[in-house]
């Protein structure tokens, strides 16, 4: 009986072949030899996204987590959703951080709120469209393909 004739032995074969082929997808992208090892920070030219539902911005507990999330993972775009207050009483804390160009929607009475905050010297983001429930953009890298 041949071993490669049962339908779990053909599922797992194109599984695998499936699994092989997104891996191979994916170092592309990232721009890695298609053999060894990933590392973990594939190269310099990652980017990081960094998004919250922070259901209140501006307090204290808020502004010490959010500045301890960005020194740690040091995103280039940083996305915060329910924000319940206006970019404008944050700005210069954003400012601080190197965020200082920024898509948003202000809340409507306490509810709501999205801000996408970015660094310009690392990505270029370019708001499409913009309502209360969505911010659509395009993100752009300086030395990259659109």
Not at 6 to 28: E, G, Q, Y
Not at 47 to 59: E, S
Not at 67 to 87: D, G, N, R, Y
Not at 115 to 125: A, E, G, K, M
């Amino acid at each position: 009986m041949n071993p490669y004739s049962s339908k779990n032995t053909i599922v797992r074969l194109s599984s695998i072949n499936s699994d092989v082929f997104d891996r191979l997808k994916v170092r592309k992208i990232l721009g890695t030899p298609d053999f060894g090892p990933l590392s973990l920070f594939p190269n310099s030219m990652s980017m990081k996204l960094l998004i919250c539902n922070c259901k209140r911005a501006g307090n204290k507990v808020f502004k010490r987590t959010i500045k301890e999330l960005v020194q740690i993972h040091k995103p280039s775009i940083l996305a915060l959703m329910e924000t319940k207050v206006e970019l404008s009483s944050m700005g210069q804390f954003f400012n601080k951080m190197r965020f200082t160009a920024s898509s948003h929607v202000d809340p409507v009475g306490h509810s709501g709120g999205i801000w996408v905050l970015w660094d310009p010297f690392r990505v270029t983001v370019k708001a499409l469209e913009v309502n209360t429930q969505f911010i659509h953009a395009k993100v752009q890298r300086d030395n990259f393909e659109d």
